[in-house]
């Protein structure tokens, strides 16, 4: 799962090329010998270099069609199961995790999956420089480091720069879906979404789980151990002045 750190990035979209920031913290984690060998024989094929220019998706993915970012896909269980239940629409994912790389090219190969590719960036940078203004037909950020000690919240990933920056990238209509398991930051993106004018909740608070989201196994043991979750659906409005 992607995990940011956003003590560097307060100054936002407009913030200079020259900073240096990693808006994440890479964790230390084992790969196996199946991740290993995805990353070495599947990447080519699913894993996009960044670059600092705009990806032309049409090309990166063969053909035309709507295109949904996911953010921190983790081990990528969730982005396989979404692809798969919906091969007409494209899915992006971000993550800087290898292991979690690795992870979603076996499931990709494994289940004949031709509508993924993967980008192993920092997810700021890849906004900022990779994708245009009103390309993307969704998002989706599913647990989220929450940072749960009160001087670390600096660094949680939604905080209203990046959501401003993430809102200028979603088309006119297109969803953005957030969830988290864990209440304080669930509250504090429902406070920061709400407060962002590009976009519109589609529930009166907190919405239902969509169909879509699978219930992961992380989510199952949550359960039985009396915590809850918290899903958030917003729409991106309709902007025809938006830069």
Known sequence: ????????????????????????????????????????????????????????????????????????????????????????VDFLGIEVHPPGVGALLQRVATLALTNVRIVQHDAVEVLEHMLAPRSLAGAMVFFPDPWPKKRHHKRRLIQPPFVALLASRLAAGATLHLATDWEPYAQQMLQVLSAEPLLQNTAAGFALRPAY?????????????????????????????EG
């Open 1 to 88: 799962m992607l995990r940011i750190d956003r003590t560097d990035v307060s100054s936002g979209p407009a913030a200079a090329p020259h900073r240096g920031v990693r808006s994440y913290v890479l964790r230390a984690g084992r790969m196996g010998t199946g991740q290993q060998r995805a990353l070495r024989e599947i990447a080519p094929r699913f894993v996009l270099p960044f670059r600092e220019a705009l990806l032309d998706l049409e090309t990166a993915f063969g053909r035309p069609a709507p295109t949904v970012l996911e953010i921190g896909f983790g081990m990528g269980h969730s982005t396989a199961v979404i692809a798969q239940a919906s091969p007409d």
């Open 213 to 241: 989201r699978p219930f992961t196994k992380f989510e199952s043991r949550g359960t039985a151990l009396g915590h809850g979750t918290w899903d958030l659906v917003f729409r991106k409005r309709e902007a025809p002045t």
